[in-house]
Structure formats: C-alpha cells, structure tokens
C-alpha cells in the first residue's frame, strides 16, 4: 500500500456544489495531515492543516480527519471556477521528518 | 524575506553541464525540502534538511545529484552532468520542524536539452 492515496479524478461538480476530496494513508502513528492546492504551471499552497479527529473549518473549507480509519478529507462549499486544481494531501513520514505527497485529485468546477 | 524563495526561475542547460539551484527558506525555518515534479506527474521528495544536516537523502535518485545547507538557512541543489530527465520543476519547501507546515517557493523549472 502507499504510504498517502489519492484518486486522480479529475473530480467535477458544477459551480455552488460541495466538493468532496478523499485522502487514506498507511501510518496508523500519523499525528498531522495537510492538504495543498496546486493550480496549473504554479507550486503547491499551503490551505489547511489538520491534527485531531473530526473536522476543522476554514471559511468554504472544511477538513475531516478519522485516525481509526486512516482517511482525511477535504470538502470545498460553494465550489467556484477558482477552486479548479489539483488538491494534495500531505503528511509526515518516517518519523515525521519527511513530507510524504499523494499524487493529487484534480479538481474541476464547471459554471 | 516573507516567503520562500528559489532562483534561478527557468533554466535551460546542456545535457552533460552541472547546474545549481538555489533556495532560500522563510526566516526562522529549521526544516527545508526539495522535490521534483515532472510535467503532469505528482511530487517526488528528494532530500530534508534539518538544519545543516540531511537526515534523509533517500529520495536523490543517483549520485549525480547533491544537496548542501550553510548557515541553516540557504541551501543549494547541485545537479551533475545532467541528462535530459533532469528536466522538471524543482521545489522548495521550509517549515518549522515539528510542525511541518511546508511553505513552497515558486520553483526552479530545468529544461536539459
């Protein structure tokens, strides 16, 4: 199994819509999780960190973390043409000293 | 500086030069990473520093390429005769260990032609 998985997508859902983005990983002793957006051609940024079970809001942002069942998410309200990206879901690995990216979830919100 | 920054921007080289990339991390910042990504592909860890140390160079995919951090601050990525799937963006990222919220820098794209 690999260490973060993601689907590829590409995910879409029409502007105004909740979209969901899903992450699992393998390490049971994760403490933290990230997810990353990455528009085309640019680096990936930072939008929301996540370190205890349940959800963690951030304005149309919301992260979800279940430890019990190894999978984080990410739910995106009153998705906008803007939000279309490719959303990563990071953690730490090997004893925390080496961010570990999934492959991302490409993410297309249609007007 | 506020942000992460790398330089040179683009860089288009010779297959068979050496190149260097540059990546000066957010003030304050012990951690620092370097990944590749490819064209469409996801991001490949290379090397994490700790200070001036590299705990985990696991990631450097042949002798040809190195890393080194001064200060614990600037740290340079030296490609050695490169080839042509040298070619992809290279990123930098700092954080706060144990924190390990990473900030990226906007990259270093290398073509080797």
């Known amino acids: 199994q690999k260490e973060v998985e993601q689907n590829s997508g590409p995910l879409s859902v029409p502007e105004g819509a909740i979209a969901s983005l899903n992450c699992t990983y393998s390490?049971?002793?994760?403490?933290?999780f990230f997810w990353y957006r990455q528009y085309s051609g640019k680096s990936p940024e930072l939008i929301m960190s996540?370190?205890s079970n349940g959800d963690k809001e951030d304005g149309r942002f919301t992260a979800q973390l279940n430890k019990a069942s190894q999978y984080v998410s990410l739910l995106i309200r009153d998705s906008q043409p803007s939000d279309s990206a490719t959303y990563l879901c990071?953690?730490?690995w090997g004893g925390g000293n080496k961010l570990t990216f999934g492959t991302g979830t490409q993410l297309k919100v249609e007007l | 500086g506020a942000g992460v920054s790398q330089s040179p921007s683009n860089k288009v080289t010779e297959k068979g030069k050496d190149v260097e990339l540059r990546c000066d991390p957010i003030?304050?910042?012990?951690?620092l990473y370097w990944y590749r990504q490819s064209l469409g592909q996801g991001l490949e860890f290379l090397i994490y520093f700790q200070g001036n140390s590299a705990p985990d160079k696991s990631g450097l995919p042949s002798d040809r390429f190195s890393a080194e951090r001064t200060g614990g601050s600037v740290s340079t990525l030296t490609i050695q005769r490169t080839q042509q799937e040298d070619s992809a963006v290279y990123l930098c990222a700092s954080s706060f260990a144990g924190l390990n919220e990473a900030f990226f820098g906007q990259g270093t794209r290398l073509t080797v032609v």
């Open positions: 996540i370190y």
């Open positions: 390490d049971r002793g994760s403490q933290s």
């Open positions: 990071a953690l730490p």
């Open positions: 003030s304050g910042h012990t951690a």
